[in-house]
């Protein structure tokens, strides 16, 4: 399992998903600013993983802190719950466990906790939130497996594997969850312009794992589609609306509609922390605009005219119409998904337990 993120004496390491596949290089995060520059540069990526990075800023933040009482503690808290909160809009992991840290803090400090046993308490609740994604994980891998044929072949988007979360992954974990159940896999990996997360991030991963893996350009995928080359899709999600319209890297809805047409099963792999009840549909998940060197150039190649106008919208929202299931830690959930959902045990339940 790739160590996507972890302590390091009082340090944060991850690995630097940008320089992948060609170096594999580590950054250390020794301040929540630092943390929040990975978040927002992409140094780390992926829901999940975005997710547990922030709940471990915050302790990071936390245990940095040079204030001797609770006031002074409780203000730097929320600035920096605050910051990260500004990184990236659309992935509600994100969310979700600045509000968990909250939570922690808040019981802490309704208990009389000093400053010190605050920090001790963000520091356990951080590393509960990593050790519970690996778990989520591996239980949407034995939960997926079981949707996939003794011998499949499998399209997916974007990476939604070990680098995406703290660990295994969660459409690549629905891959590798049927590799160990003793399916037969072979993986086709969209390339997942214009940042290249399947070519770079999907096919270095499977491949350090011995999974049959193909690279194609993401045009090609209809191509392959019709040719018949293509028994399901799996990819991951950023945000998943209470009706089932989900977020994922932009593409996803292109792959789902023509998944549709060829009458391929497509599903959703996704932490429940992933599900956001709050928002009704996908017209209400915000949509981050990227940078338009990301379009324009590869690494420092420049591809494009300068001056050209771009759009680089990092994500696109896919109907509830177009999906088969949902698959999280907590089961397999299907159409109608206002209903399934609904039990999934997600964002408004966590927020109120």
């Not at 010190?116 to 778990?135: G, S």
Request: net charge neutral; aromatic share 6%; glycine share 8%.
């Amino acid at each position: 399992m790739l160590p996507t993120i972890a302590w390091q004496g009082d340090d944060i390491v991850m690995v630097d998903q940008r320089k992948l596949p060609a170096d594999e290089i580590y950054v250390t995060c020794k301040n929540v600013n630092d943390i929040a520059k990975a978040i927002k540069t992409m140094v780390i990526r992926g829901a999940p993983a975005i997710g547990v990075c922030a709940a471990m800023g915050l302790a990071l933040g936390a245990a940095r802190s040079k204030a001797t009482g609770t006031k002074q503690f409780t203000t730097e808290f929320q600035k920096n719950c605050e910051l990260l909160g500004a990184t990236r809009p659309t992935a509600v992991n994100l969310f979700w466990a600045i509000e968990r840290m909250k939570r922690a803090f808040s019981a802490g400090a309704l208990a009389g906790e000093s400053v010190q046993d605050l920090k001790h308490r963000l520091r356990t609740e951080a590393d509960r939130i990593h050790d519970e994604d690996v778990a989520s994980c591996r239980a949407i891998g034995v939960n997926g497996a079981a949707l996939v044929p003794a011998e499949a072949s499998i399209l997916t988007h974007c990476n939604a594997g070990a680098l995406a979360t703290a660990g295994y992954g969660t459409a690549l974990g629905v891959i590798r969850g049927a590799v160990e159940a003793g399916r037969k896999v072979r993986v086709l990996a969209d390339e997942t312009r214009p940042f290249l997360q399947g070519a770079r991030l999907t096919a270095w991963e499977l491949m350090k794992d011995g999974i049959d893996t193909t690279v194609i350009t993401d045009n090609m995928a209809g191509a392959i589609m019709k040719a018949g080359d293509v028994d399901l899709v799996v990819v991951g999600a950023d945000r998943i609306a209470a009706n089932g319209d989900f977020a994922n890297k932009i593409g996803t809805y292109t792959v789902a509609v023509l998944a549709k047409e060829h009458g391929i099963p497509f599903y959703v792999a996704a932490p429940s922390s992933t599900i956001d009840l709050a928002t009704s549909t996908g017209d209400g998940i915000p949509i981050e605009e990227r940078h338009a060197k990301e379009v324009t150039h590869v690494g420092s190649t420049q591809i494009a005219p300068e001056g050209a106008q771009v759009r680089n919208p990092s994500f696109d929202v896919t109907p509830h119409k177009y999906v088969t299931a949902i698959i999280t830690e907590r089961g397999v959930w299907k159409p109608p998904f206002i209903e399934s959902l609904a039990n999934a045990g997600t964002w408004d339940r966590d927020l109120v337990r």
